[in-house]
């Protein structure tokens, strides 16, 4: 596995994030996983460079969990990031 930020994915760690949370999360929680702010991630999702799958669910932007188990685990993502973002 893929070192995060110079260290090995706490495997344990990213499957009790994904088992207790539903199927997307909200922006505020994914920055706090990868500790930017709030704001920092809106940016990063309007620019198309945001880590994480992002969809848009009446109005309001989710992160997609899965993607966030991926991308911290060092497994290659399938979806580009904001990809669903940007089509809508």
Known sequence: M????????????LAEFAAT???TVS???ASR???V??????EAIKRGDFPFQ????GGKVRVVTASIV????????????????QAA
Not at 73 to 84: F, Q
Request: hydrophobic share 40%.
């Open 2 to 13: 893929e070192r995060v930020n110079g260290n090995p994915p706490d495997v344990a760690a």
């Open 21 to 23: 949370r539903s199927l």
């Open 27 to 29: 922006v505020a929680e």
């Open 33 to 35: 996983v990868v500790g």
């Open 37 to 42: 702010g709030t704001s920092t991630a809106y």
């Open 54 to 57: 992002t969809i848009k669910v």
């Open 70 to 85: 991926r991308v911290l685990s060092g497994e290659p993502d399938p979806t580009p990031p904001a990809a669903a973002l």
